[in-house]
């Protein structure tokens, strides 16, 4: 299966160090060694393997290597400034492509020495659009239930894709939590992230969590970063610029993995949508450089709606998800008309699209086939 991001990634190689970050058996490794079957003296080296370690160290790849893929080399020692050294003092021909967990998403924020040097791509779980390109009719239904990791998504039935995911839950927190960061409590994180599942698409109170779990509301907020930072969860944060009511501060929790979600059909829908839109938002922000966020609405009042796209902290449209309900939502009409925004009403079951002025009411498998990945 081919991903999107591979020709944008082509390209930007020839220019500055390309970050390939996203979810654990996401499809970085995958991919990545085929972009490496593109170049014609690729070198891949694993920081989890002592051998690689040796040669990563000590700079000992061929001198005619083109492509230099460097795997987990975030949990080498001063990582930053050894990447940041190789790239300055490499030959013209040398690209070089990093990939490896949230971490490498990180330094963004740190105004380190690799400023400058870098273009980031996230590889998200599979969606529909990136689907539509490899399948005539992609499968709603089968996305929902199984998620978009690529494993499970295309596993030969159910039985196999939750097998998978049992594997998966458990290296997920007794490995990638405790190599990321040293935790004394394993129960109690893995409580948060048992509840989380069962809270997805509400607001998140950590002081709630942590009356349920036994911790303080500060150790839950610290066990969430750290599922984030690990791309196990994400957060969708209320918007709140030029409207003074929507002051509740509460995030909505998601999963990147559709097949985590314990709830009915409706919650697993919205996180569905939330990963794709997530994803639209985080491609265009990989490869156009502009700054978009995926936010929601939410008043004093309560009147709601789930999503919210900003451009440069100014919202540029609304979204409101359905299973099957075509009347136009009264809190999508509402914040439409108010703020003069487009929105979408996005039903995964309905009979006739419709549009109303700046809404429009669309079926969800035409709105995320053609969404932008």
Known sequence: MN????????????????????????????????????????????????EDQAIIKNEQWLEDTDLLILDELHKMKGWKNFLKGVFDTKPDRLKILVTGS???????????????????????PLSLGELKNEQEQPDLNRLLLRGGFPEPF?????TEAERWRSQYIDSLIRTDVFDFEKINDYKAIRMVFELLRRKVASPISYTSIAEDVGVSP????KYINILESLFIIFKVTPFSRKIARSILKEPKIYFYDNGLVIGDEGVRFENLIA???????????????????LHYLRTKNGQEVDFAIAANNVLIEIQEVKLSNGDLSKNLSYFSEKYNLKGKQIVKELKREKHLGNIDIVRAQNYLENLYI
């Open 3 to 50: 991903r999107q991001q591979k020709a944008q990634i082509i390209k930007d190689l020839d220019k500055k160090i390309v970050f390939l970050v996203g979810p654990r058996q996401v499809g970085k490794t995958w991919l990545a060694k085929t972009i490496g079957r593109e170049f014609s003296r690729t070198v891949y080296l694993n920081y989890d393997r002592l």
């Open 102 to 124: 949230a971490r490498l998403d990180t330094f963004r924020q740190t105004g380190d020495s690799l400023a400058g040097r870098f273009f980031v791509h996230h590889l998200l």
């Open 154 to 158: 295309l596993a030969p039935n159910d």
């Open 218 to 221: 500060v150790t839950v907020k």
């Open 275 to 293: 990963n794709s839109l997530l994803k639209s938002v985080s491609g265009r922000n990989d490869n156009l450089g502009i700054n978009e966020q």
